[in-house]
């Protein structure tokens, strides 16, 4: 089974400081794994994502994530924070090869980014 | 560009009343179609997949049921709301190809269902 955990129900940082927000997963094989943000009642918004190779992956907004395995980790991350960034984020997992189309999501964190 | 639409954006129902949502996805053939439901604005629960017309997948019994008359065409129903089924429902597509691929899914706007 996989699973997927972001520990912090909610991140504050200050505009202009650089924001992390904390993923990690479970799965029996090797993992692909996705961010989304979500605006208030909105769709969710796909980031990035690692499938494999580098483990910093880059995407959308300035948002890169790192991937770690033997933390079996992926968090998000921006070097500087504005606040059009205060969102709820999650992450996702599917096993690679594995049977199901299912992606599995984390519980989200909002990010409140403070002017 | 692809596009994904969702109909309607909002609903209030009573409860034991039938329910119809529409999802539709524009400049793409043969998507991987899917529903999930996201309750007091957090997790997200996937209760149906699709992978071509008319083939539907379960995730989770309940009473909804969702159907797939063309190929960019998904809908969810219900014959008879019950108050727990209120949250946001949305909608997502993401390339068909092979269950092994890492393609991401492309979320619709979302409808709000209220039931009273």
């Known amino acids: 089974a996989q699973s997927v955990a972001q520990p912090e129900d909610q991140v504050n940082v200050a505009e202009g400081n650089p924001l992390t927000v904390k993923c990690t997963y479970s799965?029996?094989?090797?993992?692909?794994l996705f961010w989304y943000v979500q605006y208030p009642n909105r769709g969710l918004q796909f980031l990035l994502k690692?499938?494999?190779?580098?483990?910093l992956v880059k995407g959308s907004y300035g948002f890169e994530a790192e991937f770690n395995k033997s933390q079996t980790s992926f968090h998000l991350k921006k070097p500087s924070a504005l606040v059009s960034d205060s969102a709820l984020y999650f992450c996702?997992?599917?096993?690679?090869?594995?049977?199901?189309?299912?992606?599995?999501f984390g519980k989200g964190t909002k990010l409140s980014v403070i002017p | 560009s692809q596009t994904i639409h969702q109909w309607p954006a909002t609903l209030v129902q009573p409860v034991g009343s039938p329910l119809s949502l529409e999802c539709t996805v524009e400049?793409?053939?043969?998507?991987?179609l899917y529903w999930y439901r996201q309750a007091a604005g957090r997790g997200l629960q996937l209760l149906f997949y699709?992978?071509?017309?008319?083939?539907i997948s379960s995730e989770v019994p309940q009473n909804l049921s969702a159907s797939r008359p063309q190929d960019r065409q998904f809908i969810l129903s219900s014959k008879k709301l019950l108050l727990s089924d209120s949250g946001f429902y949305l909608c997502?597509?993401?390339?068909?190809?092979?269950?092994?691929?890492?393609?991401?899914?492309?979320f619709g706007p979302g409808t709000r269902l209220t039931v009273t």
């Open positions: 997502a597509w993401s390339v068909g190809v092979y269950r092994g691929t890492a393609y991401e899914q492309y």
């Open positions: 799965v029996s094989g090797n993992p692909y």
């Open positions: 690692y499938i494999t190779g580098d483990n």
């Open positions: 996702a997992v599917r096993e690679s090869g594995a049977g199901s189309y299912q992606l599995t």
């Open positions: 400049g793409t053939s043969n998507p991987n």
């Open positions: 699709s992978v071509g017309i008319g083939q």
